[in-house]
């Protein structure tokens, strides 16, 4: 079976793969050595499963600049602030129409 949200082949299909997810979740924070890219993780697994994780402008601005920031700016925590400041509030963004 596949996962509805981003394709994976699974067995149990999106229903495992939300499980594998939510093991990975419960690892990062019970082992600290997976703290680091705990974000990365949440970021890119939200961005693949939109419907459930991005559903609103807020949340899609928040993930793709979370996992922008992870990935083109070494995640920096000033950065990450900058983004959490500019997205409190009533985030002045639309959510564009996703990709077919």
Same mark, same amino acid.
């Given at each position: 079976?596949?996962?509805?949200?981003?394709?994976?082949?699974?067995?149990?299909?999106?229903?495992?793969?939300?499980?594998?997810?939510?093991?990975?979740? !419960?690892?990062?924070?019970?082992?600290?050595?997976?703290?680091?890219?705990?974000?990365?993780?949440?970021?890119?697994?939200? +961005? #693949? *499963?939109?419907?459930?994780?991005?559903?609103?402008?807020?949340?899609?601005? !928040?993930?793709?600049?979370?996992?922008?920031?992870?990935?083109e700016l070494q995640a920096n925590p000033?950065?990450?602030?900058? +983004? #959490? *400041?500019?997205?409190?509030?009533?985030?002045?963004?639309?959510?564009?129409?996703p990709p077919v």
């Amino acid at each position: 079976m596949r996962c509805e949200g981003c394709g994976l082949e699974i067995d149990g299909g999106t229903g495992a793969c939300q499980a594998e997810f939510e093991r990975l979740i !419960a690892r990062d924070f019970t082992d600290p050595r997976f703290g680091r890219t705990h974000r990365l993780l949440v970021d890119t697994y939200s +961005l #693949q *499963h939109p419907d459930r994780y991005c559903a609103s402008a807020k949340s899609l601005a !928040a993930h793709l600049t979370g996992l922008c920031c992870a990935l083109e700016l070494q995640a920096n925590p000033a950065v990450y602030r900058a +983004l #959490q *400041h500019w997205l409190n509030g009533a985030a002045p963004v639309e959510r564009p129409e996703p990709p077919v």
